[in-house]
């Protein structure tokens, strides 16, 4: 947890990332969009970031509190709300593993980071387990998971050289990334393994999508692209988006399912 905190403090900035992943950005708050309905409901981003989609709710007049493990996280979210002029119902510094000074249940709850980190399956079910601790009976749970096709996607979307064909197809198979691998400690995970941890919680599914799907490896063209052309490949992405057969093709997967 420390290395991934200071990672997080001081090596990225994760608030730029989503000005370069617009399609992972657009589409995932069309499904929110899509599911998170109704006013003023109680939200808790776990492991938000510096609070891309908890800036996105609070906007919609949710009353959004941000937990994250990185201070820096922390600190950008509420210069960023202060900038945009929105209010957060709260901000904490803490760990998904473990939520017990919080004594607030909710209507939704985002899972939208930790479980990119977990690499133990006890820690991914823990930090499952201990959101829905705090989830309204009925209420929404969105969880994010990173592909195990991600390296793959990002190093075509970009044409860098393959220096091992080997090591670039093992991640299909080697689920873990090392620090020195060009990222901080991460778990890549196949659509049916990160569906299936969803299930054994007894959450009825409304939802599993391969966030950029077909869009991923032309990212870089399609941000080029004219607002008219960009939206209707957005469109088509997110009419594709719950296509089984083209989830490898994604670097993100997002699921959302109801207590």
Do not use: C
């Amino acid at each position: 947890m420390k290395e991934i905190q200071q990672w997080y403090d001081n090596q990225y900035d994760e608030w730029e990332r989503l000005e370069r992943h617009k399609i992972e950005f657009d589409i995932t708050k069309r499904y929110l969009d899509e599911y998170v309905t109704g006013d003023h409901l109680q939200v808790f981003d776990i492991g938000g970031g510096p609070g891309r989609y908890t800036i996105y709710l609070a906007e919609k007049g949710h009353q959004v509190t941000l937990l994250d493990l990185s201070k820096r996280h922390i600190e950008v979210a509420r210069e960023k709300a202060d900038e945009r002029g929105v209010s957060l119902a709260g901000t904490i510094h803490g760990n998904a593993l473990d939520l017990s000074g919080i004594i607030q249940t909710f209507d939704v709850i985002l899972l939208m980071g930790p479980l990119y980190h977990l690499v133990k399956e006890a820690d991914r079910k823990t930090a499952v387990e201990e959101a829905l601790r705090h989830l309204k009976p009925g209420g929404l749970l969105v969880a994010s998971f990173i592909s195990n096709y991600a390296p793959l996607q990002d190093y075509l979307a970009n044409l860098q050289p393959v220096e091992s064909i080997d090591q670039l197809l093992g991640y299909l198979t080697h689920v873990e990334n090392k620090t020195s691998e060009g990222f901080t400690t991460a778990y890549f995970t196949d659509f049916k393994e990160a569906r299936s941890l969803m299930a054994s919680f007894g959450l009825a599914e409304l939802a599993f999508a391969g966030v950029e799907n077909i869009l991923g490896s032309k990212e870089n063209e399609i941000n080029r692209l004219t607002d008219d052309e960009y939206r209707k490949w957005l469109e088509i992405g997110y009419r594709l988006s719950q296509d089984e057969n083209l989830m490898g093709t994604s670097l993100h997967f997002l699921y959302i399912g109801r207590k």
